[in-house]
């Protein structure tokens, strides 16, 4: 299986979907607790959610391997996105909910994570940049969406419930704030309860790549699977309440596509 599945298209815009792959290489497979194998903290149907792309000129970026083989939305030096919280690492070796994902004493070491950093998290970035790059190079300047989902109680990240949307522009450093703003106001006229900059501000992709001053503005949006999943049936997905939030989804994506830096 390909590391990842591109889309080319003619805009500024490129959305990328890090955490929506479940493929599992069978070595690794082998290695994994039944928790891990049950690959609970994918963002599940993200990619469906944004369905409506298709009619778009927007590029797209998936990642088909799970972040439990490597999770290309960390530091490939595993440096702390927020310091001082709890985190899972570059190559998970916990669930969210703190279950062990490999078998004892087969957590990966660190040739095996430095090969796993090569052939999964190298090719990713290499083609997000690229990506970003050619964009860049078409339009004087380059939008980036990094498209997430996460379970609304995760006691291990935060406290009670996460709002349905939350919309990370690293403190305001990773995009244009006419932008966010914008995105915000379409949020917070949505009916979803809604947070700019809360528990989520953006991951590794948001920040690494994200920088107004050199014409690339990213943004990372974190949904509530509260939102359009059936929690009680094996994340089954929602199709009423999925199509009224792709709805809100596509009108922000449309303000993405709208945007310019000389208006």
């Known amino acids: 299986m390909d590391v990842l599945t591109l889309r080319e298209a003619s805009s500024p815009l490129l959305v990328s979907f890090p955490h929506s792959g479940t493929g599992i290489p069978t070595a690794i497979a082998q290695q994994f607790t039944t928790a891990g194998r049950s690959l609970v903290d994918t963002d599940w149907h993200v990619p469906k959610l944004y369905d409506f792309l298709r009619e778009l000129p927007v590029s797209t970026i998936t990642a088909n391997y799970s972040r439990y083989v490597i999770d290309v939305n960390r530091s490939p030096q595993g440096a702390a996105l927020y310091p001082g919280q709890n985190e899972t690492e570059l190559c998970p070796t916990s669930t969210f909910g703190k279950q062990p994902i490999y078998l004892l004493g087969k957590a990966p070491d660190t040739a095996e994570i430095a090969r796993r950093k090569e052939y999964y998290w190298q090719v990713y970035h290499d083609a997000l940049a690229e990506q970003l790059a050619r964009i860049k190079k078409t339009y004087g300047y380059a939008l980036l969406w990094d498209a997430h989902s ?24 990773s995009c244009d704030l006419r932008l966010s703003a914008d995105l915000l106001d379409e949020m917070d ?35 509530s699977q509260n939102t359009y999943l059936l929690r009680s049936a094996d994340y089954q997905y929602d199709s009423i309440r999925a199509d009224k939030l792709s709805q809100l ?15």
């Open 150 to 173: 996460i379970a609304a109680e995760v006691p291990r990240f935060f406290e009670g419930v996460l709002p349905d949307l939350n919309l990370g522009s690293a403190d305001g450093q």
């Open 189 to 223: 006229s949505s009916g979803y309860s809604a947070i700019h900059n809360g528990r989520f501000k953006g991951g590794y992709i948001t920040r690494q790549y994200g920088s107004p001053n050199l014409g690339v503005h990213a943004v990372q949006m974190e949904i």
């Open 249 to 263: 989804l596509k009108k922000m994506i449309l303000v993405m596509l709208d945007y310019s830096p000389t208006h």
